[in-house]
């Protein structure tokens, strides 16, 4: 099993509509799980970060965190041709290491 | 701000060449960190430095070299490449803080060894 799973896609949806990108890590005892855009040729930019169960909300952004069941996601709503990005969920295992998943790419139609 | 700097974003380089990547924060961030991205894959963990020392090494090897002068520059001494080492090369910095402790990345170092 690898430490953190994410479905690579690609994700697509319409212009305007919500993307639900997931993510599920292995170790318990991670404390810090983040969301990082990339898109083609440029390095990782962190747009969200989350430590506790729940929901945090950024503008259209919202990531949710429940530790019960290892799970993490984005929700990222009125989606724009520009979220079109390469989404990297990344998790900080115990240890220290910030762990990646493999990436969902996600393409927002107009 | 958030900013990690890092030059050069180009490099390309012989085999038998040494170079430096280099990469400066002005965050007060006591960790540093080298990734390596290959096209269309995560970012892998390379070394991490906390408070200036080095704390992990992820089995690289020595044609890699890494390197921090203080506690805002980090370098990758770079010697004796091949070919499979092109990729993007990422620093990255943090607070170091036990648990809730964000990183942040710079824009890379994109490295041809020919």
């Known amino acids: 099993q690898k430490e953190v799973e994410q479905n690579s896609g690609p994700l697509s949806v319409p212009e305007g509509a919500i993307a639900s990108l997931n993510c599920t890590y292995s170790d318990r005892g991670s404390q810090s799980f983040f969301w990082y855009r990339q898109y083609s040729g440029k390095s990782p930019e962190l747009i969200m970060f989350?430590?506790?169960?729940g929901d945090k909300e950024d503008g259209r952004f919202t990531a949710q965190l429940n530790k019960a069941s290892q799970y993490v996601s984005l929700l990222i709503r009125d989606s724009q041709p520009s979220d079109s990005a390469t989404y990297l969920c990344?998790?900080?295992?115990?240890?220290?290491?910030?762990?990646f998943g493999q990436g969902t790419t996600l393409q927002v139609k107009p | 701000d958030t900013e990690v700097t890092q030059t050069p974003k180009h490099l390309v380089m012989g085999m038998t060449n040494k170079k430096s990547l280099k990469c400066e924060q002005h965050m007060g961030h006591r960790a540093m960190y080298w990734y390596k991205q290959k096209a269309k894959k995560p970012p892998e963990l390379m070394f991490v430095?906390?408070?200036?020392?080095?704390?992990i090494n992820e089995s690289v090897p020595s044609r890699f070299s890494p390197e921090c002068p203080n506690s805002s520059l980090l370098n990758l001494h770079l010697h004796a490449l091949q070919p499979e080492d092109s990729a993007l090369y990422l620093c990255a910095s943090s607070l170091d803080r036990p648990q809730r402790d964000t990183i942040y990345f710079g824009e890379g170092s994109w490295l041809t060894v020919v």
């Open positions: 990344a998790v900080k295992a115990t240890g220290g290491k910030l762990i």
């Open positions: 989350i430590y506790s169960n």
């Open positions: 430095y906390s408070y200036e020392k080095l704390s």
